[in-house]
Nanobody, 125 residues
Framework: VQLQASGGGSVQAGDSLRLSCAASGRTFSHMGWFRQAPGKEREFVAVINSGGLVYMADSVKGRFTISRVNSVNSVYLQMNSLKEEDTAVYYC??????????????????????WGQGTLVTVSS
């Protein structure tokens, strides 16, 4: 599976950005977003499974929305009310279907077998 993320940029606090991730090679996978801030470990942001079930990290609930369009095999992360602490490289990732996942397992990077190259989001005050 190849994943191509795009949409990052530099914005002011309170602004919005929309990240996109186009997948090729495998359809209807579970699709997630993770992020990694400088000096920190990669952390879960959101996931939307093949059936449309969504889990969000507590830190982004109410501000970020994940969605997918299966016809173009793409997943999106709409980020509103951005904060400085949202500054990070954002990665999209794909987890295979055919096995069961709990919320906890969806939040683990180890569940994902394909990763995009990352797109940088910088939020300044």
């Amino acid at each position: 599976v190849q994943l191509q993320a795009s949409g990052g940029g530099s914005v002011q606090a309170g602004d919005s950005l929309r990240l996109s991730c186009a997948a090729s090679g495998r359809t209807f996978s579970h699709m997630g977003w993770f992020r990694q801030a400088p000096g920190k470990e990669r952390e879960f942001v959101a996931v939307i499974n093949s059936g449309g079930l969504v889990y969000m990290a507590d830190s982004v609930k109410g501000r970020f929305t994940i969605s997918r369009v299966n016809s173009v095999n793409s997943v999106y992360l709409q980020m509103n009310s951005l904060k400085e602490e949202d500054t990070a490289v954002y990665y999209c990732a794909s987890a295979p279907t055919g096995r069961s996942y709990s919320r906890r397992s969806f939040m683990s990077a180890a569940s994902y077998d394909s990763w995009g190259q990352g797109t940088l989001v910088t939020v300044s005050s």
